[in-house]
Every structure is written in structure tokens, then in C-alpha cells.
């Protein structure tokens, strides 16, 4: 079991920045891809970025490329993400995720354990 407990969220101002941890419990994260999604209110859940085990390899979302960076240190058993140029469109509150799959997942059926969320606000 991995326990992931997200932290950073709060109210920013559009153009600001955030930067979100996720850390890790139960056992190492450099065992798992991570990923980060969000959900804004009466939508799903989508994909924002995820990173693998060492940290070599990265995906965004269309929307958030250029402006997010997602990364890793697994001696902290931590995860980030970074927000730049933030919108009020980024509005969510945004989960991290852990997945035992080689391949990076882009969907949330690809991740097996996920943290309880931390709320982002962007306001005009």
C-alpha cells in the first residue's frame, strides 16, 4: 500500500504561481510512475502530467504544456508540480497518483493508489 498526501493548493491570482507536493508513505516511490490529475466542479477527473520511477521521462496535457513542470525526488519520497502562468481554467482541486505501470498513464485506470486532493484556485 502507498499512502499520498497532497499539499501546496490554495487561492492565486490568474498569472501566478503554485507548486503542489505529493508525498509518499508505505513504501518507496521510486517504484512508481506519478502522475497528477485534477477535477473542477461537475467535471471529471483529467490528466494533467505524470513522470516515471527515475524521472526521465515526462507527459503533460495539452493544456497545462509549457506552463506545468512535474517533477521527483525519490530520496524525498516527494512529488511536484510546479504552476506557472496560472488561468482561472486551472481551477480544480488536483490529486496525485501512483501507478505500477511501465508505461505512462495518461488515464486513471493506469494508477492503483491516489492521494485525497488539494484545492487550487484561480481567480480573474
Known amino acids: 500500500q502507498v499512502q499520498l498526501v497532497e499539499s501546496g493548493g490554495g487561492l492565486v491570482q490568474a498569472g501566478g504561481s503554485l507548486r503542489l507536493s505529493c508525498a509518499a508513505s508505505?513504501?518507496?516511490?521510486?517504484?512508481?510512475?506519478m502522475g497528477w490529475f485534477r477535477q473542477a466542479p461537475g467535471k471529471e477527473r483529467d490528466f494533467v502530467a505524470t513522470?516515471?520511477?527515475?524521472?526521465?521521462?515526462?507527459a503533460y496535457a495539452d493544456s497545462v504544456k509549457g506552463r506545468f513542470t512535474i517533477s521527483r525526488d525519490n530520496a524525498k519520497n516527494t512529488v511536484y508540480l510546479r504552476m506557472n502562468s496560472l488561468k482561472p481554467e486551472d481551477t480544480a482541486v488536483y490529486y496525485c497518483?501512483?501507478?505500477?505501470?511501465?508505461?505512462?498513464?495518461?488515464?486513471?485506470?493506469?494508477?492503483?493508489?491516489w492521494g485525497q486532493g488539494t484545492q487550487v484556485t484561480v481567480s480573474q
Open positions: 497518483a501512483a501507478s505500477g505501470d511501465f508505461a505512462l498513464g495518461l488515464t486513471l485506470a493506469a494508477y492503483n493508489y
Open positions: 513522470i516515471s520511477r527515475g524521472g526521465g521521462r515526462t
Open positions: 508505505g513504501r518507496t516511490l521510486s517504484n512508481y510512475n
